[in-house]
């Protein structure tokens, strides 16, 4: 076919299908322009909106150096009162406002965590912030936490890790703040980005005490080591640790349910090699049906689902491990046993007195 024959059929093709026009030339600048762009462009030069409704076009851009995300500083906490960027007479919120939308009775002194590994900077008064804490994570990335309680629990000079506590929201006003809430900016190089390309809110927000905290996986091991457990295993915690991390659910409550569920699993228990895979009974028991298929990871991620579960609808003045297991809780109860929560709340206590000092 010549080069006229070919431009004739062209022609004809075009003037015979001209409806299809719209369509054709939208496929055209699909591939010339979004393609190319979602193949080569590099994560770090995205910005997103900080309204806290994020579409997965706009979710958190950068990964820590460990190649996890970066962890929100108040788990128990989803609620965004201020955005970044948002002007303020003559000047820019330089972060994010995190309060709960319940108020101030349940966002003072809630626990804070670093977002990150680093070096703290400076632990203390601050113009403005009226108490902060500045965290260094290395390669120009800085956090700072603003309107804090004077009591903090790191100093200047403190190495910490990701979630690791540091502090708690300050009570009433603390600085120039108009009331109780957590400011939290995150700098590259000095300039104010914002927060939510580095974090997000939790999926689910757990009472203040429940929710996620990086396990001390080598301390919990010797702690269960002494105990002759089977699950003092390195791998097996890290996998219980991902699991709670992934609800947002303190790892340790998983450890002390298997404590009250199967006393820690011994290591000369009858079945131990089964029984680890499913400790906590999801599914009715480790023995049989869905409950005997599983690994341990997948068994802890459904019973952090379930304590998620349960924890909703909590009266304020009603202990969160007790109604997990309350006859009241429209969601139901975790065992039949009704003194159940009296043994999770022991061994929890001791885990957390034990193993977790300090953080």
């Known amino acids: 076919m010549n080069t006229i024959l070919k431009w004739k059929w062209i022609i004809t093709f075009v003037v015979s299908n001209a409806s299809l026009l719209p ?16 193949l080569f462009a590099l994560p770090d030069t995205f910005q997103n909106d ?21 962890a929100w500083p108040v788990p128990q906490i989803r609620n965004m009162t201020s955005s970044f960027g948002e002007q303020r007479g003559a000047e820019i919120h330089k972060g994010i406002d995190i309060a709960h939308q319940q108020g101030a009775a349940f966002t003072e002194l809630q626990p804070i965590y670093a977002m990150a590994a680093g070096k703290v900077t400076a632990a203390g008064p601050a113009s403005g912030y009226g108490q902060w804490i500045v965290i260094d994570h290395g390669q120009g990335l800085t956090s700072i936490y603003g309107h804090l309680e004077s009591v903090m629990d790191v100093r ?14 300050g009570r009433g006003k603390v600085g120039t703040s108009t009331g109780p809430h957590l400011h939290l900016q995150v700098e590259q190089n000095g300039v104010p980005v914002s927060p939510l390309s580095y974090v997000q809110p939790p999926t689910n927000a ?32 890290a996998s219980i ?10 790892p340790y409550l998983l450890i002390a349910i298997t404590g009250q569920e ?18 906590w009974n999801v599914f009715g028991c480790w023995c049989q049906g869905k409950g005997a298929e599983l690994t341990t990871e997948e068994a802890a991620k459904i019973a952090a689902k379930t304590i998620v579960k349960l924890s909703q609808n909590r009266p304020a003045s009603t202990d969160p491990i007790s109604w997990l297991n309350d006859p009241a809780n429209p969601n139901g109860i975790y065992a ?15 885990i957390h007195d034990e193993v977790n000092k300090g953080s």
């Not at 996620?212 to 390195?234: G, Q, T």
């Not at 640790?241 to 303190?250: E, I, L």
């Open 206 to 237: 757990m009472p203040a005490g429940l929710n996620y905290v990086a396990m001390n996986v080598p301390a919990m091991k010797d702690w269960l080591d002494k105990r002759k457990s089977a699950l003092a295993e390195a791998s097996v915690l």
């Open 262 to 279: 199967q006393s820690f699993v011994p290591r000369t228990g009858a079945f131990a090699d089964k029984i680890i895979r499913n400790p």
């Open 23 to 38: 369509i054709i030339l939208i496929l055209f600048l699909f591939f010339l322009i979004l393609v190319p762009f979602m």
């Open 336 to 350: 039949e046993h009704r003194g159940w929560w009296l043994g999770v709340s022991r061994f929890y206590k001791a």
């Open 156 to 169: 200047a000079g403190d190495q910490v890790t990701k979630g690791q506590r540091i502090a708690r929201i």
């Open 50 to 70: 900080s309204s806290g409704k994020l579409p997965w076009w706009e979710a958190p851009t950068h990964i820590d150096v460990d190649g996890t995300a970066y």
């Open 241 to 250: 640790d991902r699991a709670a991390q992934s609800q947002n659910v303190d």
